[in-house]
């Protein structure tokens, strides 16, 4: 019997180095991952380390030849066995058929384990991964909270490993963007508050959703606190002017109520606050108090999505105690981790209401739903 051992990068490979080498008539006797010797392989990925047997034919017993001449009556009978003197026809018969039915269950067998092996392979990830196992390698690149992790550990565990495949893992993620990112807002409100860190993209994202407004048939007005950075005032009113919508430009709180007012036949009021530091609470206090001065209004946080974990668990407890309805998360097209999108779900009871893809006004602004959700979240996946 010939066996061998194949160092392979997966289960493919090994069975095209086996049928060139030992032919189609080979099985597979087992199949492990191990590590390559040595301390420069310490880091490298395991390989699939695969045994594989051929039952070589029995040859004829050799004799040698008799010298010529007559062959000593002695030397006739010790070649020949006793037991196949005494062999009957029928139990020739026999032993032939039964070797017939062992040559048979071998081939079975053979194909039994081939078929075996290709629907492992098939349920596995890249190199021979578990499914599981490629799905918690792809999260913790993602920069996740703990809990999360936890949480998608504990839902392997209860599907196991074998049942534990895209489909599953796709509805895991839905319901956890119902329960924790889709769950429902109060009403509707005429007047949207935009508030948020610098630099997060909230008078972009204004503009793109009066584009939509506008586009929708509604009388749509702007107020600007953004009085502080430069060039704010004339970008939203630069906006205001394309699509034909007033501006209303406030420096305080007292004058709030004022712009409001003039805009009172305006089927959706959206006002863009200054951006501020979110670890200075004087300056969200004093965002606060000016949109006090709004008694019925839907506030919406705008967050990054390039923004890191402990950054955005401050920003969304310390923007909590301003206070808002919904999230906006911005700049979803410049980053290639979109653990943000699972983080927003654990450290707020809030919804993710939009997220943008770019700066291209009106189009790069998505209403949120759990299908475009999932597409982000398990992007990239090797399945």
Same mark, same amino acid.
């Given at each position: 019997?010939?066996?061998?051992?194949?160092?392979?990068?997966?289960?493919?490979?090994?069975?095209? %180095?086996?049928?060139?080498?030992?032919?189609?008539?080979?099985?597979?006797?087992?199949?492990?991952?191990?590590?390559?010797?040595?301390?420069?392989?310490?880091?490298?990925?395991?390989?699939?380390?695969?045994?594989?047997?051929?039952?070589?034919? %029995?040859?004829?017993?050799?004799?040698?030849?008799?010298?010529?001449?007559?062959?000593?009556?002695?030397?006739?009978?010790?070649?020949?066995?006793?037991?196949?003197?005494?062999?009957?026809?029928? @139990?020739?018969?026999?032993?032939?058929?039964?070797?017939?039915?062992?040559?048979?269950?071998?081939?079975?067998?053979?194909?039994?384990?081939? &078929?075996?092996?290709?629907?492992?392979?098939?349920?596995?990830?890249?190199?021979?991964?578990?499914?599981?196992?490629?799905?918690?390698?792809?999260?913790?690149?993602?920069?996740?909270?703990?809990?999360?992790?936890?949480?998608?550990?504990?839902?392997?565990?209860?599907?196991?490993?074998?049942?534990?495949?895209?489909?599953?893992?796709?509805?895991?993620?839905?319901?956890?963007?119902?329960?924790?990112?889709?769950?429902?807002?109060?009403?509707?409100? &005429?007047?949207?508050?935009?508030?948020?860190?610098?630099?997060?993209?909230?008078?972009?994202?204004?503009?793109?959703?009066?584009?939509?407004?506008?586009?929708?048939? %509604?009388?749509?007005?702007?107020?600007?606190?953004?009085?502080? &950075?430069?060039?704010?005032?004339? @970008?939203?009113?630069?906006?205001?002017?394309?699509?034909?919508?007033?501006?209303?430009?406030?420096?305080?709180?007292?004058?709030?109520?004022?712009?409001?007012?003039?805009?009172?036949?305006?089927?959706?009021?959206?006002?863009?606050?200054?951006?501020?530091?979110?670890?200075?609470?004087?300056?969200?206090?004093?965002?606060?108090?000016?949109?006090?001065?709004?008694?019925?209004?839907?506030?919406?946080?705008?967050?990054?999505?390039?923004?890191?974990?402990?950054?955005?668990?401050?920003?969304?407890?310390?923007?909590?105690?301003?206070?808002?309805?919904?999230?906006?998360?911005?700049?979803?097209?410049?980053?290639?981790?979109?653990?943000?999108?699972?983080?927003?779900?654990?450290?707020?009871?809030?919804?993710? &209401?939009?997220?943008?893809?770019?700066?291209?006004?009106?189009?790069?602004? %998505?209403?949120?739903?759990?299908?475009?959700?999932?597409?982000?979240?398990?992007?990239?996946?090797?399945?």
């Amino acid at each position: 019997m010939t066996i061998r051992r194949y160092l392979v990068k997966d289960m493919k490979e090994a069975r095209a %180095r086996i049928r060139y080498e030992l032919g189609s008539d080979a099985i597979i006797v087992s199949s492990r991952k191990v590590r390559p010797k040595g301390w420069k392989n310490l880091f490298r990925k395991k390989r699939l380390e695969v045994t594989a047997a051929l039952d070589s034919p %029995r040859s004829a017993p050799s004799f040698p030849n008799p010298p010529a001449g007559k062959i000593p009556e002695g030397t006739v009978r010790s070649s020949v066995r006793p037991e196949a003197q005494r062999q009957q026809p029928q @139990q020739l018969l026999q032993q032939g058929s039964r070797e017939e039915h062992l040559e048979k269950e071998i081939r079975e067998l053979k194909k039994m384990m081939d &078929r075996l092996m290709e629907e492992k392979e098939g349920s596995e990830g890249s190199e021979g991964r578990s499914f599981p196992v490629c799905l918690m390698q792809h999260l913790k690149t993602m920069d996740l909270d703990d809990s999360v992790l936890r949480e998608v550990t504990a839902f392997c565990s209860q599907v196991g490993n074998a049942g534990m495949d895209l489909r599953k893992a796709r509805q895991f993620f839905s319901d956890f963007f119902h329960r924790s990112i889709l769950t429902e807002e109060k009403a509707e409100q &005429r007047v949207w508050v935009f508030i948020g860190p610098t630099g997060v993209g909230k008078t972009t994202t204004i503009a793109k959703l009066a584009a939509r407004e506008v586009l929708k048939g %509604r009388k749509t007005g702007l107020i600007t606190l953004d009085t502080f &950075r430069i060039g704010a005032v004339g @970008q939203l009113r630069t906006y205001a002017d394309i699509l034909h919508i007033p501006l209303e430009v406030i420096s305080s709180r007292q004058d709030m109520s004022g712009a409001a007012d003039r805009l009172q036949n305006c089927d959706r009021i959206l006002v863009d606050s200054a951006g501020s530091n979110s670890r200075r609470m004087d300056q969200l206090l004093e965002i606060q108090a000016c949109l006090d001065e709004i008694k019925e209004k839907q506030t919406i946080l705008a967050v990054s999505a390039t923004t890191r974990r402990s950054d955005l668990k401050m920003i969304l407890e310390n923007y909590g105690n301003v206070g808002y309805d919904s999230i906006i998360l911005t700049k979803l097209d410049e980053t290639q981790c979109y653990g943000s999108i699972l983080n927003i779900g654990c450290y707020s009871d809030k919804p993710i &209401r939009y997220f943008t893809v770019g700066q291209a006004v009106p189009e790069d602004i %998505r209403q949120v739903s759990g299908e475009n959700l999932l597409d982000y979240v398990l992007k990239g996946m090797e399945v």
